[in-house]
């Protein structure tokens, strides 16, 4: 399963980041293969739709879960219609890598 985290950096030891639409980029994590790909958001400058078209990317690029802090009402809705998962960012996760280990200790 991949699952898009946002992150404020391309770094793993970035912190995660707890907006969804304007998240500098996003980190898909692979559990199957243990890979990981960043992902820039070109959306993240835009003046509206930011989260609907966020999600629109990670599902190209095959996601099925999002960890994130929050998704606007749009945003939520897009997720909900492409069937992608959403789980909240534990406040406690100081990296990406963090967010990542856990995965691993959860599959």
Known sequence: ???????????????????????????????????????????RESNEGAGPAAAQLIASKGAEMIITGHLGGK????????????????DNQRSVEEVIQKIKQHN
């Open 1 to 43: 399963m991949k699952v898009a985290i946002t992150s404020s950096g391309k770094e793993l030891t970035s912190l995660p980041d707890k907006r969804f639409g304007r998240c500098n980029c996003f980190v898909i994590y692979d559990t199957e293969n243990d890979s990981v790909e960043i992902v820039d958001n070109p959306n």
């Open 75 to 90: 945003a939520a809705s897009v997720v909900q219609q492409l069937g992608i998962g959403m789980t909240p960012l534990d």
